[in-house]
Nanobody, 124 residues
Framework: QVQLVESGGGLVQAGGSLRLSCAASGRTFSSYAMGWFRQAPGKSREFVAAIGWSGGRTYYADSVKGRITISRDNAKNTMYLQMNSLRPEDTAVYYC?????????????????WGQGTQVTVSS
């Protein structure tokens, strides 16, 4: 089992940057695929990015490609989401998720473990 804690959210102006972190507990972090999802008010949770257990495979939603980079440091049990050129439509609560699998899930139902989320607000 793994517990996840997100940090790094905040208020930023359009065009700015933020780096989110997801710290995981447990000794088997390196065996988990990880993902970032977000949920804006009144909308369903949507996929942002995912990364395989080794960091060798990554996937991104079309809406964030070229602006957002997912990465992980297995030695620190931490995953990151570097977000650049932020837009008001990126405003949402961002959640990290984990699943023990060799694949790289991109659907929310494929993840068993979730953090509590961190708010990202982008002002225009």
């Amino acid at each position: 089992q793994v517990q996840l804690v997100e940090s790094g959210g905040g208020l930023v102006q359009a065009g700015g940057s933020l780096r989110l972190s997801c710290a995981a507990s447990g000794r088997t972090f390196s065996s988990y695929a990880m993902g970032w999802f977000r949920q804006a008010p009144g909308k369903s949770r949507e996929f942002v990015a995912a990364i395989g257990w080794s960091g060798g495979r990554t996937y991104y939603a079309d809406s964030v490609k070229g602006r957002i980079t997912i990465s992980r440091d297995n030695a620190k049990n931490t995953m990151y989401l570097q977000m650049n050129s932020l837009r008001p439509e990126d405003t949402a609560v961002y959640y990290c998720a984990a699943q023990s699998t060799v694949g790289v899930p991109i659907r929310a139902y494929e993840y068993n473990y979730w953090g509590q989320g961190t708010q990202v607000t982008v002002s225009s």
